[in-house]
């Protein structure tokens, strides 16, 4: 490997969209700069604001979760949690939470641990076995997202924050554009707003390949859970990763470009599209219809629910 065009140490990567080759040190400088450069933009801290922090125990959560704490949880005037959804995976899910429990542990944060068991009286195993129309994924998805969003609320969150990665971000914006669902596009987040019942969701991570929160997290020795979903090969968003990747290796940069695309075309986009009017479905979620999208997919289970 190449020397660090920084410090002339050993370099680690060769950055290959911006043709740098970077040590360990500088590595993680690059990745952290950006990193407090997102969280700056997409919060307007006044004092007094509680954050939950999405932790799956995978290595981007665990890396989001690292990087928050250090950048933002010595100020005395914010507070931090996390929240780990446990879906019922039997072979997956439970060595990810007393991972994240421990790591809690050490940094001082509230672990709070929902269950689609007892939110839903179902878990995603049972789903698999039974689903009907969609991938197991389609179901994990939604569930997840009304677990955490309950969970923060209760918690007394303004914010959600992620582990969304650019690769994920780059796969979703792709995946709304091919499916023509602009205004799932224009909703995409980081949301700039509160609404009724919602807790705003931000991304410190998406402007950070894949490639690099994994090296982060090696480089600067953080444990995770590294084992792959068993539902995993059956997400639609699959197809998706495969085509970007490919046009990633042949054209570095694509992703970041898809990503500055995106966020130029935002402001018109949310524009056009104002947020949705919100109701409270009979569970408590916000919906814009009569019933959330939880409810309507638990209601189709309801013979195999407890
Ligand atoms: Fe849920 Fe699919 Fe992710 Fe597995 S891969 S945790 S089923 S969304």
Known sequence: MAACDR?????????????????????CEFVEKRVRHELRRQLDLRGGERMAMAVSGGKDSIVALHLVADILGRRKDFEMCAVTVDEGIGRYRPPAIPLVSGLC????????VVSFETLYGITMDQVAEARRDLSTCSYCGVLRRAAMNKAAREWGADFIATGLNLD???QSILMNLCRGDVERLARLGPHTSAQPGLVRRVQPLRTIPEGETTLYAIVRGLRYHDLECPYAPEAVRNSYR???????DKFPGTRHSILKSYDELLQGLSSAYQPARLVECECG??????????????RSLDGIRR
Do not use: M, N, W
């Open 7 to 27: 410090c002339g140490g050993k370099a680690v990567t060769l950055v290959r969209y911006s043709g740098a080759h970077l040590c360990g040190r500088h590595f």
């Open 105 to 112: 542990g050490e940094l001082g944060i509230e672990h709070i």
């Open 168 to 170: 994920d971000t780059a």
């Open 242 to 248: 495969d085509v970007l990747s490919q046009l990633e």
């Open 285 to 298: 979620e916000p919906t814009t219809r009569d019933l959330c999208k939880a409810c309507e997919l638990l």
